[in-house]
C-alpha cells in the first residue's frame, strides 16, 4: 500500500472515530425484551425468507436500498418516504425496489408491538438475512439495531457516484462517509449479485471515451457478447445483464466478482478499475483469492456503513409506516 493510500486509510478512520458518538448508541440485540414474548429479528427474518424463496434477486435489492439509503442524508430510512420531490423521485433511484418487504415486515412488527422498530433497523436487518440467503452461514453477520427514522427526504439531496468515476474519488466519497479504501472495495463487492441497465456500460462498448471504439480494458470476447444485447442505439435501455459474468453466482453473494474484473470482465467502468488501479488491485487480488476473507470483510463492512448519520435516542421517530412521517 502506497503512502497516498495509508494517508486516506489514516483520514478514514479519523473520520470513523469521531462518529462513534454518532453510532455508538446501535448494538447488537438492541429490541431483545422490547416486544413482549416476540422476536423482531425472527419476525424479519420471516418475511425475507419468504420473499427469497420466490426471489433470489432481492438479495441484490435490499443491498442497493441499503447503500442508497445510508449515502445520502444517513441510514434513516428517507428512501422509503413517498413524495413529488422524495429521493425516491431521483433518476439514481428510480430502479431501486424491494420496498413491499420491509413494508411487509413492517406490518408484521406494528401487529406485534406497535411503535417499537424503526423502518432504518428494519432494512438494515431484511438486507443482512437476504444476504445470509444468497451466501449462506459464513455470509451471515450480526446486525447493530437502534436507528431511529428521519422525517424528510428530498430528490435534490442524492449525489450517488456514477460508474464512471474514478478511483481516487470513490475512495474519498466513501472516506467522506466514515469509511475505508478497503471499505469501499469490499463493498463495491456487492456487485457480486445483481444487474446493470445497458445505458450504464453502453459507451464501454461503442465509444468509450469519445474513441468510436470498445474500453480496452474489457475483455473483447465479453464486448462481443454484450453488444448483442445492447446495441448500439439507445433504445433498449431497460434491458439488463448480470454485474457478475459468472453464470452459476450471479445470484450468489460470493467472491466471483472479484475473479471476474480480474479477467477484465467487469461491467460497470468502476469495477473494472477497481482490478487495474495501483491502489486497489492487491486488495481485489486478496479479495479472488480467498472467499471466505471477502464475506467476513463484507460483513464488517457492512456494519460501519449501517453506522453512517444514524438517529438515535430522541432524534427522529419511529414511523408507524414506513412511506410517510408520523404526524406532529
Not at 478514514?12 to 446501535?26: F, P, S, T
Not at 488501479?277 to 486478496?286: K, M
Amino acid at each position: 500500500m502506497n503512502n497516498n493510500v495509508l494517508v486516506v486509510v489514516t483520514v478514514g478512520l479519523v473520520l470513523l472515530l469521531n462518529m462513534e458518538a454518532c453510532y455508538g448508541q446501535l448494538k447488537i440485540g438492541f429490541y431483545k425484551g422490547k416486544c413482549d414474548y416476540e422476536d423482531v429479528e425472527s419476525i424479519v427474518n420471516k418475511v425475507v425468507n419468504e420473499s427469497f424463496a420466490s426471489d433470489r434477486s432481492i438479495a441484490a435489492a435490499l443491498l442497493r436500498m441499503q447503500f442508497h439509503d445510508c449515502f445520502v442524508t444517513g441510514c434513516d430510512a428517507s428512501l422509503l418516504l413517498d413524495g413529488d420531490t422524495s429521493e425516491k423521485k431521483a433518476v439514481a433511484n428510480l430502479n431501486v425496489r424491494g420496498f413491499e418487504i420491509i413494508d411487509k415486515a413492517k406490518t408484521a412488527l406494528e401487529q406485534a408491538c406497535p411503535g417499537i422498530v424503526s423502518c432504518a433497523d428494519i432494512i438494515a436487518m431484511a438486507t443482512r438475512d437476504a444476504v445470509a440467503l444468497s451466501g449462506g452461514s459464513v455470509a451471515r453477520y450480526e446486525v447493530e439495531t437502534g436507528r431511529r427514522d428521519g422525517l424528510t427526504s428530498e430528490q435534490a439531496n442524492v449525489d450517488l457516484p456514477r460508474p464512471q468515476i474514478p478511483v481516487s474519488n470513490a475512495i474519498e466519497f466513501f472516506v467522506n462517509k466514515g469509511l475505508s479504501d478497503t471499505d469501499m472495495i469490499v463493498l463495491l463487492g456487492a456487485h457480486t449479485v445483481g444487474v446493470a441497465h445497458c445505458n450504464f456500460f453502453r459507451n464501454r462498448l461503442w465509444n468509450f471515451g469519445g474513441t468510436g471504439s470498445a474500453d480496452p480494458t474489457m475483455d473483447p470476447v465479453l464486448v462481443e457478447t454484450l453488444k448483442s444485447q445492447c446495441p448500439e442505439s439507445a433504445n433498449n435501455d431497460g434491458d439488463v445483464v448480470n454485474l457478475d459474468q459468472n453464470p452459476s453466482s450471479s445470484n450468489v453473494v460470493d467472491n466471483s466478482f472479484y475473479q471476474q474484473i480480474r479477467l477484465n470482465r467487469g461491467i460497470l467502468e468502476i469495477d473494472q478499475k477497481l482490478a487495474l488501479d495501483p491502489s486497489t488491485t492487491a486488495v481485489v487480488a486478496t479479495m479472488a483469492n480467498d472467499g471466505v476473507t471477502f464475506l467476513n470483510l463484507f460483513g464488517k463492512s457492512m456494519v460501519k456503513m449501517g453506522g453512517i448519520g444514524v438517529l438515535t435516542g430522541t432524534d427522529g421517530q419511529i414511523r408507524l409506516k414506513c412511506s410517510s412521517a408520523n404526524a406532529i
